[in-house]
Nanobody
Framework: EVQLVESGGGSLQAGGSLRLSCTSS????????MGWYRQAPGNECELVST???????YYADSVKGRFTISRDNAKNTVYLQMNSLKPEDTAVYYC?????WGQGTQVTVSS
């Protein structure tokens, strides 16, 4: 059974930083492309960033230069370092593209 457990969210003021973690099990993490997605109230689930099995990365334009994705295959974990956070980054963050497999982790950024 595939399990994804997101953590690291919180409430903070604009300009702050957070590091999200997603620990997985039930599939071959080393061989898998991983990503972070987010869903704000009333919005669709949107892609934030991906990292391939070989370490290639992609970022949505809205987070480029502020967020950094990384992975630790030994820990089956993917991370999202978020700097210079903005109120528009407020959302529930997931590491599945449906924004529904895990419980997600809430990020709330106030101005």
């Amino acid at each position: 059974e595939v399990q994804l457990v997101e953590s690291g969210g919180g409430s903070l003021q604009a300009g702050g930083s957070l590091r999200l973690s997603c620990t997985s099990s039930g599939f071959s993490f080393d061989d898998s492309n991983m990503g972070w997605y987010r869903q704000a109230p009333g919005n669709e689930c949107e892609l934030v960033s991906t990292i391939s099995s070989d370490g290639s990365t992609y970022y949505a334009d809205s987070v480029k230069g502020r967020f950094t994705i990384s992975r630790d295959n030994a820990k089956n974990t993917v991370y999202l370092q978020m700097n210079s956070l903005k109120p528009e980054d407020t959302a529930v963050y997931y590491c599945d593209p449906a924004c529904s497999w895990g419980q997600g982790t809430q990020v709330t950024v106030s101005s």
